[in-house]
T-cell receptor, first 117, second 114 residues
């Protein structure tokens, strides 16, 4: 099946620094990728839709300037948490949709645990 | 409003017993329905999906789910639970014209007693 790789799996950073999370589709092309955030013991909330070659579409309440998304190629989207604060600590998961998959399924990465200290 | 409800936050079953996890949805368009499983600290693994056709769908690991349009439900079942099934289970709904954009339920944590 299709594989989506997220890197890093976990990261600890100091408050005020920026952290970049990568989401790669390993064996398929993805014109669209999605970034979710999951708080402990809670569900996944869609943050933004990442579109290859164009600006991301953010969900209501998500700060565009804080969560920078870049989708420069058909296999890579990055999420940068800028000036991170402890409240940004969370589990971030990306998913990617195979452009050629007629079933239009999305495949999930393994997630990134971000801890801001 | 579009939403997915999983009424049970936590369920405990004995190993070997049957399991049913409930999922109800509210969605304006024709829904595509999914069940995912998440182990602690891990990403999501797709158990099964319903797009169209037979309303009883078979998934991996012995799971199945039944789509009931009249009840707006997509409950997940397994005849005999194994200890390794202990995890968090998420029901999700999406629309064909939105590709992989999904709305998730709040999840049901499954514990399995020996």
């Amino acid at each position: 099946g299709a594989v989506v790789s997220q890197h890093p799996s976990w990261v600890i950073c100091k408050s005020g620094t920026s952290v970049k999370i990568e989401c790669r589709s390993l064996d398929f092309q993805a014109t669209t990728m999605f970034w979710y955030r999951q708080f402990p013991k809670q569900s996944l909330m869609l943050m933004a839709t990442s579109n290859e070659g164009s600006k991301a579409t953010y969900e209501q309440g998500v700060e565009k300037d804080k969560f920078l998304i870049n989708h420069a190629s058909l296999t890579l989207s990055t999420l940068t948490v800028t000036s991170a604060h402890p409240e940004d600590s969370s589990f971030y998961i990306c998913s990617a949709r195979d452009t050629k998959d007629r079933a239009r399924r999305a495949f999930f990465g393994q997630g990134t645990r971000l801890t801001v200290v | 409003a579009q939403s997915v409800t999983q009424p049970d936050i936590h369920i405990t079953v004995s190993e070997g017993a049957s399991l049913e996890l409930r999922c109800n949805y509210s969605y304006g368009a024709t829904p595509y329905l999914f069940w995912y499983v998440q182990s602690p600290g891990q990403g999501l693994q797709l158990l099964l999906k319903y797009f169209s056709g037979d309303t009883l769908v078979q998934g991996i690991k012995g799971f199945e789910a039944e789509f009931k349009r009249s009840q707006s439900s997509f409950n997940l079942r397994k005849p005999s639970v194994h200890w390794s099934d202990a995890a968090e289970y998420f029901c999700a709904v999406g629309a064909y014209n939105q590709g992989g954009k999904l709305i998730f339920g709040q999840g049901t944590e499954l514990s399995v007693k020996p």
